[in-house]
Structure formats: structure tokens, C-alpha cells
């Protein structure tokens, strides 16, 4: 004679399964789908070049950019946008950038995995100077 779950078995089933899916799709590779491109179709105009450190970056968030000046008057942009999931980076310090969603580390003088869960490199975009201003894309 089998003998039926009480009510507390149940629910607490419930909330289990329930906070299982939620973590599943809070992390699903069609999350980051809703996110725009990592690269600019067009050219993007950042600022003024002076604002980028030599031997720093920035990260310009809002334009999902990041601009390092590993020697003076040579800069390098990437997307900013971790190849894990999607994620705008969240800051950049020294010549590392980090993505708060899972902790992934880029270097943003090369674009480069310095930790995961990314595998992926940061996509590289052409910048050039013009008028001292930094354009990107």
C-alpha cells in the first residue's frame, strides 16, 4: 500500500523545481541574444583620446566599448560585452576588465581570457584618433 506525499513534501517539491528552472533560464545562451551587437555598424565617436590613460583603459559602458593605450598614442578597442553570456563589462582597472554577472577577466590591451567562464576572446574593433578624439568602429 503506497501511502501519498503530505502537503509539506509537496510544496516543498515545488519551490525546489521552481528555483531550479529559475536558475537554468536566468543563465540560457538565448538570455544574451536580447543584447545588442558587441561591435558597432557604424563609427562611434568616444572622446576625447587624452581620456584613456597610457598604460590604462576605459570602459565607455553605454557604447559597450573598452579602449586601452598600452604605449603612448597606441590605442586598442574591444566590445565589452562578455563572450560568456553577454554581460557589458562592469569595470575596468589597469589593463583588466571584469564582467560582474560570472566573473569573467579580460585582458583589454589584447582582448584575451584571463578567466573564466568566458572562452572566448573580446571582439576587436578598429579605433583610429581624429581631432583628438577617439572614433570607434
Known amino acids: 500500500m503506497s501511502q501519498s506525499p503530505d502537503r509539506r513534501t509537496v ?9 531550479a528552472g529559475f536558475g537554468l533560464t536566468a543563465c540560457s545562451p538565448g538570455d544574451s541574444g536580447s543584447h545588442a551587437s558587441a561591435v558597432p555598424d557604424k563609427p562611434v565617436e568616444l572622446g576625447p ?26 590605442f586598442r578597442c574591444f566590445g565589452a560585452m562578455c563572450t560568456h553570456r553577454g554581460c557589458v563589462l562592469a569595470e575596468v582597472e589597469k589593463k583588466e576588465g571584469t564582467c560582474s554577472c560570472h566573473g569573467s577577466r579580460f ?23 581624429k581631432d583628438g578624439k577617439l572614433i570607434a568602429g
Open 49 to 74: 583620446a587624452a581620456d584613456v590613460p597610457v598604460g590604462g583603459a576605459k570602459l565607455y559602458r553605454e557604447d559597450r566599448l573598452v579602449v586601452s593605450q598600452p604605449a603612448k598614442g597606441e
Open 107 to 129: 585582458d583589454v590591451t589584447t582582448g584575451q581570457v584571463l578567466q573564466g567562464p568566458a572562452a572566448e576572446p573580446l571582439p576587436k574593433v578598429p579605433v583610429k584618433t
Open 11 to 19: 510544496l516543498r517539491g515545488a519551490a525546489l523545481a521552481g528555483a
